[in-house]
T-cell receptor
Framework: EAQVTQNPRYLITVTGKKLTVTCSQN?????MSWYRQDPGLGLRQIYY???????DKGDVPEGYKVSRKEKRNFPLILESPSPNQTSLYFC?????????????FGPGTRLLVL | GENVEQHPSTLSVQEGDSAVIKCTYS??????FPWYKQELGKRPQLIID?????GEKKDQRIAVTLNKTAKHFSLHITETQPEDSAVYFC????????????FGPGTSLSVIP
């Protein structure tokens, strides 16, 4: 089954404790992206990646890191989480243009930083 | 920076009526405009999209119109049904690839039976 998976789905942590949210897709998509969703602000793009070893900043990259060492994985790293990073996070993937461009979203990760 | 505005933020319609959601974008280089539907507790799902080389696209009860000169695009849902109740997001991006994607803040649509 074609899908995007995220882990963990729920996470409660404390300020300053490094964490990683994993994202994996099994569709051989080139493009992957991370968003955060906050009430009244919609979805804001954090980072995106056009392919392996190619990443770029989205709208709100501060406080986040990503890596794309393999095509299928695109982890989101919070080196020193702060309470303002409490949010719902979505990973998404899509094939390159010219193919079906539906952006497939993962199930979301709800993060609470105390 | 670039932004996408979306109105209204909430919308209630009677079942069977039409619903219209409007978005305005600031980046004149944007040329791909998708719309997403997000039901409560679920992930966003693409429902329709449009490129800047067309002015209108329709898929059953859903249509999207684009006015590139005015930098406006709109989602039209006809014959609304209770299952259309959800939050709808518009988005804009540049180029033929996805690149950076800017989302609107969302519209919460309620269809009253």
């Amino acid at each position: 089954e074609a899908q995007v998976t995220q882990n963990p789905r729920y996470l409660i942590t404390v300020t300053g404790k490094k964490l990683t949210v994993t994202c994996s897709q099994n569709m051989n998509h080139e493009y992957m992206s991370w968003y955060r969703q906050d009430p009244g602000l919609g979805l804001r793009q954090i980072y995106y990646s056009m392919n392996v070893e190619v990443t770029d900043k989205g709208d709100v990259p501060e406080g986040y890191k990503v890596s794309r060492k393999e095509k299928r994985n695109f982890p989101l790293i919070l080196e020193s989480p702060s309470p303002n990073q409490t949010s719902l996070y979505f990973c998404a993937s899509t094939p390159l243009p010219g193919l079906k461009e539906t952006q497939y979203f993962g199930p979301g990760t709800r993060l609470l930083v105390l | 920076g670039e932004n996408v505005e979306q109105h209204p933020s909430t919308l209630s319609v009677q079942e069977g009526d039409s619903a219209v959601i409007k978005c305005t974008y600031s980046d004149s280089a944007s040329n791909y405009f998708p719309w997403y539907k997000q039901e409560l507790g679920k992930r966003p799902q693409l429902i329709i999209d449009i490129r800047s080389n067309v002015g209108e696209k329709k898929d059953q009860r859903i249509a999207v119109t684009l006015n590139k000169t005015a930098k406006h695009f709109s989602l039209h849902i006809t014959e609304t049904q209770p299952e259309d109740s959800a939050v709808y997001f518009c988005a804009a991006s540049r180029g033929t690839s996805y690149d950076k994607v800017i989302f609107g803040p969302g519209t919460s649509l309620s269809v009253i039976p």
